[in-house]
């Protein structure tokens, strides 16, 4: 965990502060996901007590448990997060300098990532199947 860091949109309309940043980057490679950011959606943990945000955010709920965001100036991706209060933020590495400095520990959905490219390293890769069955919330999708 990092103690506070401080990242923002590509246009710096938000900005977001963190105190208590993972240091673990989940990539996916579901249907969602992918169509959300035209190919692979990586994300970092964030408490939701410790992340204050401001700017204009706008929020589609992408399914019956959860949320996507983006800046409302610039159309930058900031997070998913599941439905709820006190649900923790999944925000964009990218928002954060050096991606706040986490690596990349799991990719979900591997088993669907496209043909025409592959994420190299040491990491846990996660079928469709097995993080439906870690996640009886989420349905799989084709």
Request: hydrophobic share 35%; glycine share 14%.
């Amino acid at each position: 965990m990092t103690d506070t860091i401080e990242g923002r949109c590509l246009c710096g309309a938000v900005r977001i502060t963190v105190r208590g940043l993972s240091q673990e980057i989940s990539a996916c490679h579901c249907e969602m996901c992918m169509r959300w950011g035209g190919g692979i959606q990586f994300g970092v943990d964030a408490p939701a007590g410790g992340t204050e945000v401001s700017g204009p955010v706008e929020v589609y709920r992408s399914s019956a448990i959860a949320e996507r965001a983006w800046c409302g100036e610039c159309g930058s991706a900031l997070w998913l997060r599941d439905i709820g209060d006190g649900a923790p933020y999944e925000l964009v590495p990218g928002l954060f300098p050096n991606a706040g400095g986490a690596r990349l520990v799991r990719e979900v959905y591997a088993d669907r990532a496209p043909e025409g490219y592959a994420l190299a390293g040491d990491h846990r890769r996660v079928s469709a199947a097995d993080y439906a069955r870690e996640n009886p919330v989420v349905e799989e999708t084709e």
